[in-house]
Nanobody, 121 residues
Framework: QLQAFGGGLVQAGGSLRLSCAAS????????MGWFRQAPGQEREFVAT????????RYADSVKGRFSISRDNAKNTVYLQMNSLKPEDTALYYC????????????????WGQGTQVTVSS
């Protein structure tokens, strides 16, 4: 079971840090990812990180503003979001993959419930 939390309402230019924790599963055995979905839109890739944390990839829209990291000792994955924009408003999901990492929803095998991020202008 994955659980994402840390969302909220923030003004444009602000920051939030999302966390993804697992119960009954050791995240160190999985590549991890963050996706987001705005109303009426498809779920889109945000960031991914390999099992060790040594490799990461980002969507062009968040590169330089968002940072994905993990603390395997705490069984938690993070998404630090800086310089937030209104277009970052969405429901954010964390997901785990049996692959090294992934950039599409189909590559992920386990999903958590989302956490809402709303950025006001």
């Amino acid at each position: 079971q994955l659980q994402a939390f840390g969302g909220g309402l923030v003004q444009a230019g602000g920051s939030l840090r999302l966390s993804c924790a697992a119960s009954g599963r050791t995240l160190s055995g999985y590549g991890m990812g963050w996706f987001r979905q705005a109303p009426g839109q498809e779920r889109e890739f945000v960031a991914t990180i390999s099992r060790s944390g040594g490799s990461t990839r980002y969507a062009d829209s968040v590169k330089g503003r968002f940072s994905i990291s993990r603390d395997n000792a705490k069984n938690t994955v993070y998404l630090q979001m800086n310089s937030l924009k209104p277009e970052d408003t969405a429901l954010y999901y964390c997901a785990a993959t049996n692959y090294y990492y992934g950039t599409t929803p189909d590559e992920f095998h386990y999903w958590g419930q989302g956490t809402q991020v709303t950025v006001s202008s």
